[in-house]
């Protein structure tokens, strides 16, 4: 059975850091592509970041790019984020999501990240 | 940058009724790279159909999916008390690279 158990989230100072963990079990992770995927407070999906299972391929959401860094340990089945200079726009739940031919396919139970002062 | 615009915002209706959820976008895209989510309150999305029209593993076949280029629709032929949520449609592939609709909330009439 595919498990995606984020941790990490909690209540952050505007500016703050926070670095998000996904833990991987029940497939083989390195061979496919990770996302992270957010969801604010009575708004819609937001789509992150995404990254090959080689780590070649990194793409960023406008709103998150140059604070955000998404990265992987295949040899831990594990994701990581890292999020810098964050923002009140950045409170969301956070998901890990595996992608597979551009669709989001198991998604993790996700982790709230609140940014407050 | 592809904008996708889903209508109508919200959708009321009782159980066993037909609905039809729209998803446009603001410039051509590949059926190959569309695909739908159910997302119920605490619960994590679902993925229902990829590649416009191809239900994921699992999904009963009350729900199917179709179009092309900008226009594209997700049908639930009879709805269960279950498929009273939010929908996503989303794309993949063009800038940005991946994107959400702004979803459809299917409620109880």
């Known amino acids: 059975e595919v498990q995606l158990v984020e941790s990490g989230g909690g209540l952050v100072q505007p500016g703050g850091s926070l670095r998000l963990f996904c833990a991987a079990s029940g497939f083989k992770f390195s061979i496919y592509s990770m996302n992270w995927v957010r969801q604010a407070p009575g708004k819609g999906l937001e789509w992150v970041s995404y990254?090959?299972?080689?780590?070649?391929?990194?793409h960023y959401a406008d709103s998150v790019r140059g604070r955000f860094t998404i990265s992987r340990d295949n040899a831990k089945n594990s994701l990581f984020l890292q999020m810098n200079s964050l923002r009140a726009e950045d409170t969301a739940v956070y998901y890990c999501?595996?992608?597979?031919?551009?669709?989001?396919?198991?998604w993790g139970q996700g982790t709230l990240v609140t940014v407050s002062s | 940058e592809v904008v996708l615009t889903q209508s109508p915002g919200t959708l009321s209706l009782s159980p066993g009724e037909r609905a039809t959820l729209s998803c446009r976008a603001s410039?051509?895209?590949?059926?190959?790279?569309l695909a739908w989510y159910r997302h119920k309150p605490g619960q994590t999305p679902r993925l229902l159909i990829y590649s416009a029209s191809t239900r994921a593993t699992g999904i009963p076949d009350r729900f199917s999916g179709s179009g092309s280029g900008t226009d594209f629709t997700l049908t639930i032929s009879r709805l269960e008390p279950e498929d009273f949520a939010m929908y996503y449609c989303?794309?993949?592939?063009?800038?940005?690279?991946?994107?959400f609709g702004p979803g459809t909330k299917v409620e109880i009439k």
């Open positions: 410039q051509s895209i590949s059926s190959a790279y």
């Open positions: 999501v595996v992608s597979v031919a551009g669709h989001f396919d198991y």
């Open positions: 990254m090959t299972s080689d780590t070649r391929t990194i």
């Open positions: 989303q794309q993949y592939g063009n800038s940005p690279i991946f994107s």
